[in-house]
C-alpha cells in the first residue's frame, strides 16, 4: 500500500486533518455550535460552484465563501445571543440554497460532486503542502489561545469577566474553523467535515477527565479512525470519506457500550 505515492500523500494528509478537525471541533462542541461544521461545509459547496462557474480556483471560492459565512455565522450570533443555534440554521440554509442554484451553472458536474464526497487519493503535492499549512497555523492558534478557547467553551461573561477580548477570540476562532473547513472539503468531502469535527469529540468526552485530555484523545481518535478508514478503503474498496466517518462512528458506539457494560458490572458486584 505505501509503494504508491498517492497513498503516501492521502495518509499524511489524513493525518493532519485527524489531527486538527477535531481539534477545533472540541471548542465547537462545547460552545454548543455542532452544526457551524456543517454550515461552513455547505457554504464551501456554494463557494465551490461559484469558482467552477466563474472560471477560478474552487478551493479559492471555498476559501472565501466559508470565510465569509463565518463572518455571518458570528454576526448573527451577536444579534441571537440567546439562540445561538439560529446563526448555524441561517447560514446553513444559505449555503444550501446558493449552492443548488450555482451548481446548475457548473459546466463540469463531477467536479462539482469531488467536492461533496471528497477525494483524498487524489490529493497533489501542492495541495498537500497547503493543508499542512493550514493545520499547522490552526494548531498553533489552539495552542497559543488555549486558556482563552477553555473559558469561552463554557461561559462566555465569565471569559469577558476575567479579561478575554470575546468578540475578537470568537471571530478569529470562528475564521480558523472555516479555513480548516474550506481545505478539508477538497480532500474528504464537504458533508464529511462536520462528521469528523464532532464523532471523535464525543468520543473523547466519553473517555477524558479534563479539557486537556478531550483535546488530545479527540485528536489521536481522529488520526486513528482517519488512518484505519484510508487502510480499510484501500484493501476493501470502499470510499474514503465515508468510511473514515464510519470508523468514527463504529468507535463511538464502542466506548458507549463498553462503558454501560463497566457500570453494570460494578453495580452488581
Not at 27 to 40: H, N, Q
Not at 105 to 132: C, K, Q, R, Y
Not at 218 to 225: E, K, P, Q, R
Amino acid at each position: 500500500m505505501l509503494d504508491y505515492v498517492f497513498m503516501q500523500r492521502s495518509l499524511v494528509v489524513g493525518v493532519l486533518l485527524g489531527v486538527i478537525i477535531p481539534l477545533v471541533g472540541v471548542t465547537v462542541v462545547l460552545k454548543r455550535l455542532s452544526m457551524i461544521g456543517d454550515a461552513l461545509s455547505h457554504t464551501s459547496l456554494a463557494g465551490v460552484a461559484g469558482g467552477l462557474v466563474a472560471g477560478v480556483s474552487p478551493v479559492a471560492g471555498a476559501v472565501v465563501a466559508c470565510l465569509a459565512g463565518a463572518l455571518c455565522v458570528e454576526g448573527v450570533r451577536r444579534r441571537f445571543r440567546e439562540q445561538s443555534e439560529l446563526a448555524v440554521a441561517i447560514v446553513m440554509a444559505t449555503g444550501i440554497g446558493l449552492a443548488g442554484v450555482l451548481s446548475g451553472f457548473v459546466p463540469n458536474a463531477s467536479s462539482f460532486n469531488s467536492f461533496m464526497f471528497g477525494s483524498i487519493l487524489t490529493v497533489s503535492a501542492e495541495e498537500t503542502v497547503g493543508i499542512a499549512a493550514v493545520s499547522l497555523l490552526a494548531t498553533a492558534f489552539c495552542v497559543l489561545a488555549r486558556r482563552e478557547l477553555f473559558l469561552m467553551s463554557f461561559d462566555e461573561r465569565h471569559a469577558r469577566a476575567v479579561g478575554v477580548p470575546v468578540s475578537v477570540a470568537n471571530v478569529a476562532f470562528v475564521m480558523m474553523v472555516a479555513l480548516v473547513v474550506a481545505v478539508a472539503a477538497r480532500t474528504v468531502g464537504s458533508l464529511i467535515v462536520s462528521s469528523m469535527m464532532v464523532v471523535p469529540v464525543a468520543c473523547a468526552l466519553q473517555l477524558a477527565r479534563s479539557w486537556r485530555q478531550v483535546c488530545i484523545f479527540a485528536s489521536s481518535i481522529g488520526v486513528l479512525t482517519t488512518v484505519a478508514g484510508l487502510v480499510a478503503s484501500y484493501y476493501l474498496g470502499l470510499k474514503p470519506g465515508g468510511t473514515i466517518v464510519l470508523m468514527a462512528v463504529a468507535l463511538l458506539v464502542v466506548v458507549l457500550v463498553a462503558k454501560r457494560v463497566t457500570a453494570f458490572v460494578r453495580h452488581t458486584r
